[in-house]
């Protein structure tokens, strides 16, 4: 009989998923999850597999939780402009996206399993402003969701590159608008 673990899963996994969105994968080392996670090496190993395999294990909890949870936001926010606006505003500013969003630069291109998750995730997103009924009144309706989940990606990678401006805010209130129309 082994010994018992000796660390909350959930909890390394949670911190593991901020430390990606932070450092990406490949700017990560074991030894920098294993101090900044507080895991024994063999214990990380034996838990997950590998550095991948708690990757995936971190990319999966922010799909789940961070993900899911702006997701709710965005459908919750419904026909109201003002609740759309700031649930944008929170997302362009907030974190939730981080990992997704690196993910889907740095891994995605290279691992099958990240670019399923990422594009779950984006489905996702994509689901949420469509059940929102923010779909366009002229045109093709299913790419308005879409195009509404890619601006608001791309507008948290210019907040996270900190070149934040007033385009940033114009476009994240045109969202806001687009979204809050009937």
Do not use: C
């Not at 990240?114 to 045109?139: H, I, M, P, Q, Y």
């Amino acid at each position: 009989m082994g010994r018992p673990r000796g660390f909350d899963e959930a909890d390394v996994v949670r911190s593991a998923a901020k430390l990606f969105a932070i450092r990406t994968y490949d700017g990560t080392s074991v030894d920098d999850l294993v101090s900044h996670l507080g895991v024994h090496r063999n214990s990380l190993y034996k838990t997950f597999g590998s550095k991948r395999g708690l990757y995936l294990a971190a990319l999966k909890w922010s799909l789940d939780h961070e993900v899911a949870r702006l997701a709710e936001r965005v459908a919750e926010a419904g026909g109201h402009a003002e609740g759309a606006y700031e649930v944008l505003a929170d997302a362009v500013t907030g974190t939730e996206l981080d990992l997704v969003l690196l993910a889907a630069v740095e891994r995605a291109p290279v691992d099958a399993e990240v670019a399923r998750l990422v594009g779950e995730a984006f489905t996702a997103l994509d689901k949420a402003v469509g059940d929102a009924g923010r779909a366009a009144e002229s045109g093709d309706a299913r790419a308005a969701p879409a195009a509404a989940t890619a601006l608001l990606i791309g507008l948290r990678a210019r907040a996270r590159s900190a070149t934040t401006d007033e385009g940033i805010i114009r476009a994240s209130v045109g969202l806001a608008q687009r979204l809050g129309q009937p």
